[in-house]
């Protein structure tokens, strides 16, 4: 069974950082390009970043470039989310999710999802 699950997420203030993770089970783990999705309240569920198979091509959405940066460790099955600088407007659920494709950032793309977690910022 395939399973995606997030980690890391808490309350934070702004300006400072959090680190996600999110492990993967069930898949092969290397061949799945990932992603992070997030949604706040009232608002739909938006890319935020991905990457490819092996690591080697990313893409962030333009409010998080610079501050933001998403990795994977195909050895542990995981890929990760470091985010800096927070800001209020970050506050949401954020999403790992794996895709058959090389990269993408449209949800529909997307084969498996984590369940969320909740990530919130602080003044």
């Known amino acids: 069974q395939v399973q995606l699950v997030e980690s890391g997420g808490g309350l934070v203030q702004a300006g400072g950082s959090l680190n996600l993770s999110c492990v993967s089970s069930?898949?092969?783990?290397?061949?799945?390009?990932m992603g992070w999705f997030r949604q706040a309240p009232g608002k739909e569920r938006e890319f935020v970043t991905g990457?490819?198979?092996?690591?080697?091509?990313?893409y962030y959405r333009d409010s998080v470039k610079g501050r933001f940066t998403i990795s994977r460790d195909n050895a542990k099955n995981t890929v990760f989310l470091q985010m800096n600088s927070l800001k209020l407007e970050d506050t949401a659920i954020y999403y790992c999710a794996a895709s058959e494709h090389f990269y993408s950032d449209d949800r529909r793309k997307y084969d498996y999802w984590g369940q969320g977690i909740q990530v919130t910022v602080s003044s």
């Open positions: 990457i490819s198979w092996s690591g080697g091509s990313t």
């Open positions: 069930g898949i092969t783990f290397s061949s799945y390009a």
